[in-house]
């Protein structure tokens, strides 16, 4: 799935879930809010219609006078025809009874309860106990559409309670103001979540489109093409990161001309050096003279020490390429290996008299950067060690250290072994190529490891550390 898409359905996921819950908490209080208006307005009606009929009231008793009677009658037989908010309504759904102090009904507009005992009803039974009477109940209980929510209001001669007036509004007459208020809220909100979506979708093919020709341009320089950078109006993180790609193909587009270059000058010098040694040395065979011997001598030498700088320079670019190792780590035999640079250094180690001291035996690595690294550290080891000493070569499960005897290095030097081309002179010898440990860091770079460098108390140990 594309970053487009799945943005889009992150996003619609995260707005149906949200419209869900609003919409969910609006519609379960859609109908509460119409009842609690139609309330408040039946409380004001039936306050008014309470005193209304106090007027009529002689010797602290209700009188239903022939004239009230009409009135109310004609009150619930009249049509208003009124026309709310688009809603027509055409007749009075409005319920009024009127019961006396015991709560018998006194009148019924429907003309149907006159006579019976309303007193256990809540509006009745509430308002006669001096609180606020209300009800609502079903005509039919096991359909919620007959239900006829009731407001009372006490009836009061000279401060006594002489009786209760009780309004009822049917639910049948609310259900349409509230059906028509769900109907709205819902064409709104789909509306808006359709338009949420529409937004969404255009910011997220918006993006998408970025994405896509940032990744065309990725896609350009990976295959070697000159592809121009896309041009990205305003200042974002898109915006950034093609601009840290382009940086990224300059750089490596010069580090890779320098690394050809270097690969080609290395592979161009061997074979001149090569025809220099060997005339040097066919030289050397024919001259007798100890002055110009020397001169020959001194040419097969530095031959041999550009040779082996190239190598180690072709070997660098080699590592410097890799992204990472080849997924072939195995056991590799430390000893052997130990036995093998020792065959191929012999008359150096002759010439100091030196002896070599394995401790341990396998380390768990990809075997041709870890016999560079061994041979490199072994190298560095032999130049600074003192005469008649001993290397020591310790393995363990996850690291290799390689201790010599000799003069330490110095506490600016410390953190600077390990670059390139950086050398400390060695006791008699020639300066180094300063590339040993620097080779020996990129191969631990490489495993994911670490290279440490450290003064011992009678010289200094590297320790190559791999995961």
């Given at each position: 799935?594309?970053?487009?898409q799945?943005?889009?359905?992150?996003?619609?996921l995260?707005?149906?879930?949200?419209g869900?819950?609003v919409?969910?908490?609006?519609?379960?209080?859609?109908?509460?809010?119409?009842?609690q208006?139609?309330e408040?307005?039946?409380?004001?009606?039936?306050?008014l219609?309470?005193?209304m009929?106090?007027?009529?009231?002689?010797?602290?008793?209700?009188?239903?006078?022939?004239q009230?009677?009409?009135?109310?009658?004609?009150?619930?037989?009249?049509?208003?025809d009124?026309?709310?908010?688009?809603m027509k309504?055409?007749a009075i759904?409005?319920?009024v009874?009127?019961?006396?102090?015991?709560?018998?009904?006194?009148?019924?507009?429907?003309?149907?309860?006159?006579?019976?005992?309303?007193?256990?009803?809540?509006?009745?039974?509430l308002?006669?106990?001096?609180?606020?009477?209300?009800?609502t109940?079903r005509?039919?209980?096991?359909?919620p559409?007959?239900s006829v929510?009731y407001?009372?209001?006490?009836?009061?001669?000279?401060?006594?309670?002489?009786?209760?007036?009780?309004l009822?509004?049917?639910?049948?007459?609310?259900?349409?103001?509230?059906?028509r208020?769900?109907?709205?809220?819902?064409?709104y909100?789909?509306?808006?979540?359709l338009?949420?979506?529409?937004?969404?979708?255009?910011?997220?093919?918006w993006?998408?489109r970025r994405?896509?020709?940032?990744?065309r341009?990725?896609?350009?320089?990976?295959?070697g093409?000159?592809?121009a950078?896309?041009?990205?109006?305003?200042?974002d993180?898109?915006?950034?990161?093609a601009?840290?790609v382009?940086?990224?193909?300059?750089?490596?587009?010069?580090?890779?001309?320098?690394?050809d270059?270097?690969?080609?000058?290395?592979?161009?010098?061997?074979?001149?050096?090569?025809?220099?040694?060997g005339?040097?040395?066919?030289?050397a065979?024919e001259?007798?003279?100890p002055?110009?011997?020397?001169?020959?001598?001194?040419?097969?030498?530095?031959t041999v020490?550009?040779?082996?700088?190239l190598?180690?320079?072709l070997?660098?670019?080699?590592?410097?390429?890799?992204?990472?190792?080849?997924?072939?780590?195995?056991?590799?035999?430390?000893?052997?290996?130990?036995?093998?640079?020792q065959?191929?250094?012999?008359?150096l180690?002759a010439?100091?008299?030196l002896?070599?001291?394995?401790?341990?035996?396998?380390?768990?690595?990809?075997?041709?950067t870890?016999t560079?690294?061994?041979?490199?550290?072994l190298?560095?080891?032999?130049?600074?060690?003192?005469?008649?000493?001993?290397?020591?070569?310790?393995?363990?499960?996850?690291?290799?250290?390689?201790?010599?005897?000799g003069?330490?290095i110095?506490?600016?030097?410390?953190?600077?072994?390990t670059?390139?081309?950086?050398?400390?002179?060695?006791?008699?010898?020639?300066?180094?190529?300063g590339?040993g440990?620097?080779?020996?860091?990129?191969?631990a770079?490489?495993?994911?490891?670490?290279?440490?460098?450290e003064n011992?108390d009678?010289?200094?140990?590297?320790?190559?550390?791999l995961?």
């Amino acid at each position: 799935m594309k970053l487009g898409q799945r943005l889009l359905l992150f996003y619609f996921l995260i707005l149906g879930l949200l419209g869900w819950f609003v919409l969910d908490m609006v519609f379960s209080q859609a109908k509460p809010l119409v009842r609690q208006s139609a309330e408040e307005t039946l409380v004001d009606a039936a306050n008014l219609l309470a005193e209304m009929v106090a007027v009529d009231a002689a010797n602290g008793a209700i009188v239903i006078t022939p004239q009230l009677r009409e009135a109310l009658q004609r009150y619930a037989a009249r049509t208003p025809d009124a026309d709310i908010w688009g809603m027509k309504k055409g007749a009075i759904h409005t319920h009024v009874y009127i019961t006396g102090p015991d709560g018998v009904v006194l009148f019924d507009s429907r003309g149907i309860d006159e006579g019976e005992d309303f007193s256990r009803w809540n509006d009745v039974y509430l308002t006669l106990q001096g609180g606020y009477g209300a009800r609502t109940t079903r005509s039919d209980p096991a359909d919620p559409s007959t239900s006829v929510m009731y407001v009372a209001a006490p009836i009061r001669d000279a401060g006594s309670l002489i009786g209760v007036i009780s309004l009822g509004k049917p639910g049948r007459s609310i259900e349409p103001f509230v059906q028509r208020a769900e109907r709205t809220l819902m064409l709104y909100g789909s509306g808006v979540l359709l338009f949420c979506l529409l937004l969404g979708g255009l910011l997220a093919w918006w993006l998408s489109r970025r994405v896509s020709r940032l990744q065309r341009y990725a896609e350009a320089v990976a295959s070697g093409e000159r592809a121009a950078p896309p041009d990205f109006r305003g200042k974002d993180e898109i915006r950034a990161l093609a601009d840290a790609v382009t940086a990224m193909r300059r750089k490596l587009e010069d580090r890779s001309r320098l690394e050809d270059n270097v690969t080609m000058l290395t592979h161009e010098m061997k074979s001149p050096l090569a025809a220099i040694r060997g005339a040097g040395e066919i030289l050397a065979e024919e001259i007798h003279d100890p002055a110009l011997s020397r001169f020959t001598d001194n040419v097969v030498h530095e031959t041999v020490r550009l040779s082996h700088l190239l190598d180690r320079l072709l070997a660098m670019a080699r590592l410097e390429k890799l992204e990472s190792l080849p997924a072939r780590k195995q056991p590799v035999e430390v000893a052997s290996l130990v036995k093998e640079w020792q065959s191929s250094r012999y008359a150096l180690l002759a010439e100091k008299s030196l002896h070599l001291k394995v401790e341990g035996r396998a380390l768990n690595a990809e075997p041709e950067t870890l016999t560079l690294a061994l041979f490199n550290l072994l190298d560095n080891a032999l130049r600074f060690a003192e005469p008649e000493s001993t290397l020591v070569i310790k393995v363990a499960d996850s690291s290799l250290r390689v201790e010599n005897r000799g003069p330490q290095i110095p506490g600016y030097a410390l953190s600077r072994v390990t670059e390139r081309f950086y050398s400390l002179p060695a006791p008699g010898q020639e300066k180094s190529s300063g590339l040993g440990l620097a080779m020996v860091q990129e191969i631990a770079s490489l495993h994911g490891g670490s290279l440490q460098v450290e003064n011992t108390d009678d010289g200094v140990a590297v320790t190559l550390r791999l995961p």
